[in-house]
């Protein structure tokens, strides 16, 4: 019987994820995750419930399960980098550091040490092995395909995971969870990143780094409002500007760190908020080597985006991606995910 360590949220997906695996006849062993601590109280962070939550679950499902807390690790491989992109006027995105970094390095690394076979979680996404190679796969839900945040997965890291969910609907899921009785099968799906919670991000980002006001301008350099901080703005926001005046809305088209600017434009299709192209550092390709260059394929550069066809290109450690029609509010720390069809190749981090 080949054992399986299963990464238990308090969530839905990974409940569902145990009791599958627990049905198809593997051993299964819970494994509840604790990557922050710092302010982790009930008013911002879920963890405490979600511990009970996991908990739970195990025992309806029976199986056993353990807590390790992963927080040092966390701050040291995720959250200095979150601040070092945030202080570069970047915005990152620390879900694809801390699937690479935590759920399939970390938590991979503990599993092995308990003797487990292999690990699972309740992440949306395939894996397929193909001639001795594993190849990562969109999931069957194309809403809730979480590939994107997982382009950073090596192919030992592949060769050792399971995504039972991957060919299932999300309503399915919480059908099975009900049909089985587990407590958590209506519980509210997590969003966003537990170490902010609930709290307000600007809040949040202040007392970690330190903010320095400036002026909004026009790419002409009319002045037309002040900023708070460079860091709490990103490419393509609307909301929180409050630039007055008449006319179209406004839009943050990109920051000159240099001057302290933050460069804003008119209008959802102002020319500078496209980009038929861009560049891109730090890249990982999923099967071990950068696929074909001046092929078609396709590329996300936001997770809620459809697959825009593009062609791919590589000067030395620069990626090149040339988009078949330009792309709105392409933003610097973010990811591109480059995809052929359904399989995820990889992608790197988006620089201009």
Same mark, same amino acid.
């Given at each position: 019987m080949k054992k399986v360590v299963v990464g238990m949220s308090g969530g839905v997906d990974s409940a569902v994820s145990a009791l599958l695996l627990k049905q198809q006849g593997y051993e299964v062993i819970g494994l509840f995750m604790k990557n922050w601590e710092d302010d982790d109280t009930e008013e911002y962070c879920s963890s405490r419930q979600d511990l009970i939550d996991?908990?739970?679950?195990?025992?309806? +499902?029976? +199986?056993?399960?353990?807590a390790v807390n992963f927080s040092k690790e966390y701050k040291d491989r995720v959250f200095s980098h979150f601040l070092e992109e945030?202080?570069?006027?970047?915005?990152?995105?620390?879900?694809?550091?801390?699937?690479?970094?935590?759920?399939?390095?970390?938590?991979?690394?503990?599993?092995?040490?308990?003797?487990?076979?292999?690990?699972?979680?309740?992440?949306?996404?395939?894996?397929?092995?193909?001639?001795?190679? %594993?190849?990562?796969?969109?999931?069957?839900d194309g809403t809730k395909d979480q590939s994107y945040f997982l382009y950073r997965l090596n192919q030992a890291q592949l060769s050792k995971t399971i995504f039972p969910l991957g060919k299932l609907l999300k309503r399915d899921v919480r059908k099975i969870a009900e049909n089985a009785g587990l407590p958590n099968h209506a519980?509210?799906?997590?969003?966003?990143i537990c170490f902010i919670g609930e709290r307000k991000f600007r809040e %949040?980002?202040?007392?970690?780094?330190?903010?320095?006001?400036?002026?909004?301008?026009?790419?002409?350099?009319?002045?037309?409002?002040?900023h708070i901080g460079l860091m709490y703005y990103t490419i393509g926001q609307r909301q929180g500007l409050e630039i007055g005046g008449a006319g179209d809305a406004w839009y943050v088209a990109g920051k000159d760190m240099a001057k302290n600017a933050l460069i804003v434009v008119q209008g959802h299709d102002h020319p500078l908020l496209f980009k038929g192209g861009l560049e891109f550092l730090d890249a990982n390709w999923v099967g071990g080597k950068p696929p074909h260059e001046n092929w078609v394929y396709s590329a996300k550069t936001r997770y809620r985006q459809m697959d825009a066809p593009c062609c791919l290109s590589k000067t030395g450690a620069v990626g090149h991606v040339a988009?078949?029609?330009?792309?709105?509010?392409?933003?610097?720390?973010?990811?591109?995910v480059i995809y052929e069809s359904r399989v995820c190749l990889g992608g790197g981090v988006i620089v201009s």
């Amino acid at each position: 019987m080949k054992k399986v360590v299963v990464g238990m949220s308090g969530g839905v997906d990974s409940a569902v994820s145990a009791l599958l695996l627990k049905q198809q006849g593997y051993e299964v062993i819970g494994l509840f995750m604790k990557n922050w601590e710092d302010d982790d109280t009930e008013e911002y962070c879920s963890s405490r419930q979600d511990l009970i939550d996991a908990v739970s679950v195990a025992d309806r +499902i029976g +199986i056993a399960i353990e807590a390790v807390n992963f927080s040092k690790e966390y701050k040291d491989r995720v959250f200095s980098h979150f601040l070092e992109e945030y202080r570069a006027g970047r915005t990152p995105n620390p879900d694809v550091l801390c699937n690479s970094e935590i759920k399939f390095k970390a938590f991979l690394d503990h599993a092995m040490s308990l003797g487990a076979d292999c690990i699972a979680t309740g992440h949306y996404a395939q894996v397929r092995e193909v001639d001795g190679a %594993f190849q990562l796969l969109k999931a069957e839900d194309g809403t809730k395909d979480q590939s994107y945040f997982l382009y950073r997965l090596n192919q030992a890291q592949l060769s050792k995971t399971i995504f039972p969910l991957g060919k299932l609907l999300k309503r399915d899921v919480r059908k099975i969870a009900e049909n089985a009785g587990l407590p958590n099968h209506a519980k509210r799906d997590s969003t966003g990143i537990c170490f902010i919670g609930e709290r307000k991000f600007r809040e %949040f980002l202040n007392r970690y780094l330190p903010h320095e006001p400036g002026e909004m301008q026009t790419p002409e350099g009319k002045v037309v409002g002040q900023h708070i901080g460079l860091m709490y703005y990103t490419i393509g926001q609307r909301q929180g500007l409050e630039i007055g005046g008449a006319g179209d809305a406004w839009y943050v088209a990109g920051k000159d760190m240099a001057k302290n600017a933050l460069i804003v434009v008119q209008g959802h299709d102002h020319p500078l908020l496209f980009k038929g192209g861009l560049e891109f550092l730090d890249a990982n390709w999923v099967g071990g080597k950068p696929p074909h260059e001046n092929w078609v394929y396709s590329a996300k550069t936001r997770y809620r985006q459809m697959d825009a066809p593009c062609c791919l290109s590589k000067t030395g450690a620069v990626g090149h991606v040339a988009f078949a029609e330009p792309q709105w509010a392409v933003t610097p720390g973010q990811s591109v995910v480059i995809y052929e069809s359904r399989v995820c190749l990889g992608g790197g981090v988006i620089v201009s």
